[in-house]
Each structure stands twice: as C-alpha cells, then as structure tokens.
C-alpha cells in the first residue's frame, strides 16, 4: 500500500500563487509516476498534470504555461506549483501515484486539497 499525504491548498487572489506538496510513503518502491488531477464543482476529475520517472512531464492544456510539477525522488514527493490562478481553477485537487511491479499496477489517491480562486 501507499499512502499520499497532501498539503498546501487554500484560498488565493485571481493572479496569486499557490504550491501543492504530496509526500507518499508506505510501500514506494515500483511508483512510476505521481501527479495531480483536480475536481472542479459538479465536473469529473480532470489531469492537471504528471511526471514519469525519468522526469518526463505531461501538462492539460489548461495549464500550461501556468503550472509546474517537480518531484523529489529522495523524499518521494510531488510538487505543484500554480502561478497565474484563475478562478476557473477552482477544484479539490488529488495526488495521485501509479505503481507497477511483476505485471500489475495499482493506483493511489491522496484525500484531496481545496483550492479556491476569487475573482
């Protein structure tokens, strides 16, 4: 099992700065990649953005140029740093890790952080 712990949610201008932080633990060896979705109020859950090991990242355009995602191996933890927000970010936004060993993959959801943009 693995366990992600989200932090760093909270209530920010349109225009402001907000940085997320997921550490997992638990069971961490064979986590391929870890990232952020988002649920903004009565849509699905969306990608926001993820990072593979060997540092490849992926972006919604939604996003891009806006967001970036970093992770530190060694304290197995994701990051996500929001610039420029709108308040069409507004979301509950989830860590999530994938898993992959011997053939099968699992994956993990952290309880998710709010984050709220004013106009």
């Known amino acids: 099992q693995v366990q992600l712990v989200e932090s760093g949610g909270g209530l920010v201008q349109a225009g402001g700065s907000l940085r997320l932080s997921c550490a997992a633990s638990?069971?961490?060896?064979?986590?391929?990649?870890m990232g952020w979705y988002r649920q903004p109020p009565g849509k699905q859950r969306e990608l926001v953005s993820v990072?593979?090991?060997?540092?490849?990242?992926n972006y919604a355009d939604a996003v891009k140029g806006r967001f970036t995602v970093s992770r530190d191996n060694r304290k197995n933890t994701v990051y996500l740093q929001m610039d420029s927000l709108k308040p069409e970010d507004t979301a509950v936004y989830y860590c999530?890790?994938?898993?992959?060993?011997?053939?099968?993959?699992?994956?993990?959801w952290g309880q998710g952080t709010q984050v709220t943009v004013s106009s």
């Open positions: 638990g069971s961490t060896i064979g986590i391929t990649s």
């Open positions: 990072v593979f090991n060997g540092a490849i990242t």
């Open positions: 999530h890790a994938q898993k992959s060993l011997t053939g099968a993959s699992w994956d993990y």
